[in-house]
Structures are given as C-alpha cells and as structure tokens.
C-alpha cells in the first residue's frame, strides 16, 4: 500500500485545545505521585510533550508537491 501526500504551499487558522503528555516508568510514577500538584503540573509542563487535540483551518493554499511513500 502507498501513501500519497500533497505539501500545501501554506494554511492558516488556529489552535483550539491539547493537552501534554510524558511515558514515565512504574518507578517513576511512584516519585511523580510524592509531587504536589504545582510540582506535578511544573514537571509535566518541563517533561511533557504538547499534544494538539483540535484545530481549525481557516484557509490553505495550492498544493506544491506530491510525495508517494
């Protein structure tokens, strides 16, 4: 099976909502459960990765290549 892409040439609009998220091992999340929510948050802003969970798109433009993988 192929995967075709075409690359837009810009979009516009915004995001909406995400939220973040870490892996931590089960050792871990016994020293994260000792935090207290400040720290908790603090970590998962510095460790967390930022994961977008909507968006809207307002415009886009042309399509200016086509990748096939």
Same mark, same amino acid.
């Given at each position: 099976?192929?995967?075709?892409?075409?690359?837009?040439?810009?979009?516009?609009?915004?995001?909406?909502?995400?939220?973040? &998220?870490?892996?931590?091992? @089960?050792?871990?999340?016994?020293?994260?459960? #000792?935090?207290? /929510?400040? !720290?908790?948050?603090?970590?998962?802003?510095?460790?967390? &990765?930022?994961?977008?969970? @909507?968006?809207?798109?307002?415009?886009?433009? #042309?399509?200016? /290549?086509? !990748?096939?993988?």
């Amino acid at each position: 099976m192929k995967t075709i892409t075409g690359n837009y040439d810009y979009i516009t609009g915004y995001l909406r909502y995400g939220h973040a &998220e870490a892996q931590i091992s @089960d050792e871990e999340y016994e020293q994260f459960k #000792e935090l207290s /929510e400040a !720290e908790k948050k603090k970590w998962l802003r510095e460790n967390g &990765e930022i994961v977008v969970d @909507d968006f809207s798109v307002d415009d886009h433009g #042309e399509i200016c /290549e086509i !990748e096939v993988v």
